[in-house]
């Protein structure tokens, strides 16, 4: 069992960056791939970026390649989404999640691939 809490959302001007961090329990934090997904109101969960137990791959979406990057530090059961120039259209919550299966697949694109979630953050972006 993996419990997940986010931390770092906020109101931010566009342009501007944002750095999100999700700490997980339990011992083996570094045995799972980690990964961000988005929601806006009427929208279903959006895919944003994926990193392997290790860290050594990450997947990123297409809407944020460039601007965001994922990355973790097992040894402080943490994962981060470092969020830069920032758009309006990412405003949404932001929410984590852990998957069973460590290593980073195309699985890891799509919510049924995660076994565990956080609650969310609220990220506003004004223009």
């Known amino acids: 069992q993996v419990q997940l809490v986010e931390s770092g959302g906020g109101l931010v001007q566009a342009g501007d960056s944002l750095r999100l961090s999700c700490t997980g329990s339990?011992?083996?934090?570094?045995?799972?791939?980690m990964g961000w997904f988005r929601r806006t109101p009427g929208k279903e969960r959006e895919f944003v970026a994926a990193?392997?137990?290790?860290?050594?791959?990450?997947y990123s979406a297409d809407s944020v390649k460039g601007r965001f990057t994922i990355s973790r530090d097992n040894a402080r059961k943490t994962v981060y989404l470092q969020m830069d120039k920032m758009k309006p259209e990412d405003t949404a919550v932001y929410y984590c999640?852990?998957?069973?299966?460590?290593?980073?697949?195309?699985?890891?694109?799509?919510?049924?691939?995660?076994?565990?979630w956080g609650q969310g953050t609220q990220v506003i972006v004004s223009s």
């Open positions: 999640a852990a998957s069973a299966l460590g290593r980073l697949t195309f699985l890891h694109r799509a919510t049924n691939g995660y076994n565990y």
């Open positions: 339990g011992r083996t934090f570094s045995s799972y791939a």
């Open positions: 990193s392997g137990g290790d860290g050594g791959r990450t």
